[in-house]
């Protein structure tokens, strides 16, 4: 369990995962559960927007309970929201992971599971984040600004877009010639696949609490 603080209260972390897409976050926690690298913590349920997302497939070949809860069912976005906050209270996490889930929270989900949200963005948050910073755009905007360093970031969801407090980040270098999708591929495999799990396994042990809108490691004195 989390206490609102995002503290841990002890016993197994029950985590949902939202998804919309190709699932390697959603595979780099259900591996790092496999290999010890998170501790105290179960996958629940998996949710996604997109019936085609193949982190639903990624869900399936793992026995994890999966369904799609799609906008497009629903006659406006208010259903939708109904539905799927409906979805998730059914799920009844300790904590939910937005990994590469690419809707827009409903403002009471928000507000229900305060500290108890965690994302993970492609880049150094507060560097190309915010509204319309999403999957392959981020990269597209690093390149074009021509930074030197791009990396990915671990926060906790607040109202607004990737202004929550930060966990965890993890710089990148940016390469001569790196297009989009090489940028992209370094990103998850040096980043964003690394500093997930890690942050899953802090949260689950009692290592993350927040602070006056900042996470501090609370048996190391810092995030690291
Ligand atoms: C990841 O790069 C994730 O950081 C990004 O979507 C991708 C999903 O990939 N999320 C965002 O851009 C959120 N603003 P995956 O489905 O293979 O995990």
């Known amino acids: 369990m989390l206490k609102e603080d995002g503290a841990a209260t002890g016993g197994r972390l029950k985590i949902l995962v939202c998804v919309s897409g190709g699932g390697t976050n959603l ?20 949710i996604s927007n ?30 939708f929201n109904r539905a799927f906050l409906k979805a998730v209270q059914a799920a009844g996490p300790d904590l939910i992971v937005l990994a590469g889930f690419l809707v827009v929270l409903p403002e009471e989900m ?5 500290n ?3 994302n993970i963005h492609p880049s150094l948050i507060p560097s ?11 990269h597209e905007k690093a390149l074009e600004r021509g930074v030197k360093v ?10 607004g877009t990737d202004t929550g407090p930060i966990i965890l980040q993890k710089a990148v270098a940016v390469e ?24 899953i396994d802090m949260i689950a042990n009692g290592r993350i609490a927040v602070e006056e809108g900042r996470c ?8 690291s």
């Open 27 to 46: 595979q780099a926690i259900i591996d790092g559960i496999k290999s010890n690298a998170i501790t105290n913590t179960e996958i629940i349920s998996v």
């Open 50 to 79: 997109n019936k085609k997302a193949y982190a639903l497939v990624r869900a399936a070949e793992e026995g994890i309970p999966a369904l799609c809860i799609s906008p497009k069912d629903y006659e406006d976005r208010e259903a």
């Open 110 to 114: 928000i507000a229900g599971y305060r």
């Open 116 to 118: 108890r949200i965690i």
């Open 128 to 138: 190309f984040c915010g509204k319309g910073f999403y999957g392959l755009k981020v």
């Open 150 to 159: 791009t990396g990915a970031t671990v926060h906790f969801v607040d109202e």
């Open 176 to 199: 001569a010639g790196d297009t989009p999708e090489t940028l992209q591929k370094r990103v998850m495999e040096q980043a964003e696949w690394v500093i997930l799990p890690k942050a």
């Open 216 to 223: 501090i490691e609370t048996d190391k004195g810092g995030c």
